[in-house]
């Protein structure tokens, strides 16, 4: 029997930034992978956000995934079990969009997907000789891969597991690095698939970590159809078509979901034209969140400052903007321009990218670049002064009048997150 190491891996400063988040979900990377394993492997996962990686243990395989802010911590876990002659793989969004950088650090990286060259690594393993690089140029086949491994699901937190439907994105937004990890290529599970991995968590709440689970909104309307019967709540991320389509949106809530992860990014329609995310009409966004409330699903707005058309009344439009649609949470950040990204590419070429630090690129607490109508600082600053006001009391009561839709569950969240925010133990 081989023993297996994987982890998850989360520096101590991302795991003080994702503390900052009271709920926050569980990466289904390593616990789907884990059933790519052959019989004859143990495999332990290790989650460094809640566990301690157990160094002293002998595994014959140790296999890291991280992003980008994390990829340095990553390197010193491999170096430490690199050193004991044992061997690491890596792979991941970081590793498949530096791999010249990544496979340097370990014995064998994966770039891309890595459901068509396990195998192959496998076999390679036996043999004792492994290849340096694992890449395949087909695209992965959604209906016969496996079904997550629930067992390796250990933390406690606000959901009962995270799970995909859906693969990438087929959008080409200049600063997402989905894109460019998956080619432009949106895949879908099938249905009875993706409803018998729903089933089988045992608690009352799952996380859909679709990168836009409405990319294809007659797949979407199928999913819901196919796990209505399990009466759990769900929640994952969409696009602003999901608020554009009543039906949907009454599948949706018949199923089980309450709540709506929406990528608005910006308020000035020039800065998501400018970032080739033109589909996002500013001048309907009021409309899309009210149809989302009316049908009984609250609203996450996913919201990014330092685009090149932002200048400095950018962060008072924008917190108006949520309040007076009432808006229930929000998720801020600061743009930032990660490696191998048409953003990257662009700011590097005009000489605008500030450092290559890569812990510096988590978009809470460092601007890497030079914004075009503002200093670094100033963006800082009105990043941190957009989420203090969010979440301060008076403009709490006010969003949350404006729609009542699952008040019983937003209004202690929003509570918890102005506590957090009031003794400083969080920048959200």
């Given amino acids: 029997m081989k023993n297996a190491l994987l982890i998850t ?89 530096c791999p010249e950088e990544a496979e340097q650090q370990a014995d064998c990286i994966f770039v891309g997907e890595a459901e068509n ?7 390679d393993f036996e043999k004792g000789k492994l290849r340096k690089r694992y890449e395949s140029n087909e695209a992965v086949d959604m209906s016969k891969i496996p079904l997550l491994t629930t067992e390796h699901f250990h933390r406690h937190d606000h959901a009962a597991g995270t799970m995909f439907a859906s693969r990438g994105c087929p959008n080409n937004c200049e600063f997402c690095a989905v894109s460019c990890m998956y080619q432009h290529k949106f895949r879908m599970r099938p249905p009875s698939e993706v409803a018998r991995d729903f089933a089988q968590f045992k608690g009352k709440v799952v996380v859909f970590w679709d990168d836009n689970i409405c990319a294809d909104m007659a797949y979407a309307k199928e999913i819901c159809k196919a796990i209505t019967p399990y009466k759990k709540w769900w929640t994952s991320q ?15 809530y018949k199923s089980g979901c309450r709540h709506l992860f929406i990528g608005f990014e910006s308020i000035s329609q020039m800065s998501l034209d400018l970032a080739k995310k033109e589909f996002n ?43 007076e649609n009432g808006v229930q949470n929000a998720t801020f950040n600061i743009l930032t321009p990660y490696p191998g990204t048409p953003l990257f590419d662009r700011l590097k070429s005009e000489g605008r990218i500030l450092t290559e630090d890569w812990t510096k690129y988590n978009s809470r607490t460092d601007v890497v670049f030079t914004p075009k109508h503002m200093t670094t600082q100033e963006l800082l600053e009105g990043f941190n002064y957009v989420n203090r006001e969010f979440y301060r009391l008076p403009h709490i009561l006010k969003r949350l009048n404006h729609s009542h839709t699952g008040l019983f569950w937003t209004l202690p969240l929003n509570i918890i997150y102005w506590w957090l925010l009031k003794t400083k133990r969080t920048n959200l």
């Fill in 117 to 123: 060259t396990l195998p192959v690594f496998f076999t």
């Fill in 281 to 323: 009409q500013v001048e309907r966004y009021k409309e899309i969140i009210k149809n989302i409330h009316n049908h009984g699903i609250s609203v996450q707005a996913g919201i990014v400052f330092g685009f090149d058309c932002d200048t400095r009344d950018v962060f008072d439009r924008t917190l108006e903007f949520l309040i």
């Fill in 238 to 252: 969409a696009s602003i078509k999901a608020g554009e389509d009543d039906e949907f949106l009454e599948l949706a």
């Fill in 9 to 97: 891996v989360s520096s101590n400063d991302m795991k003080q930034i994702r503390r900052a988040r009271y709920i926050k979900f569980q990466q289904c990377t390593m616990p789907y992978l884990a059933s790519f394993f052959p019989k004859d492997w143990n495999v332990l996962h290790i989650d460094e956000e809640e566990e301690q990686i157990p160094y002293e243990k002998s595994f014959d395989l140790v296999g890291l995934t991280f992003h980008t802010p994390c990829s340095k911590h990553a390197y010193e876990i491999a170096a430490r079990f690199r050193l004991r002659g044992i061997t690491v793989i890596m792979g991941g969004s970081h590793v498949t969009l």
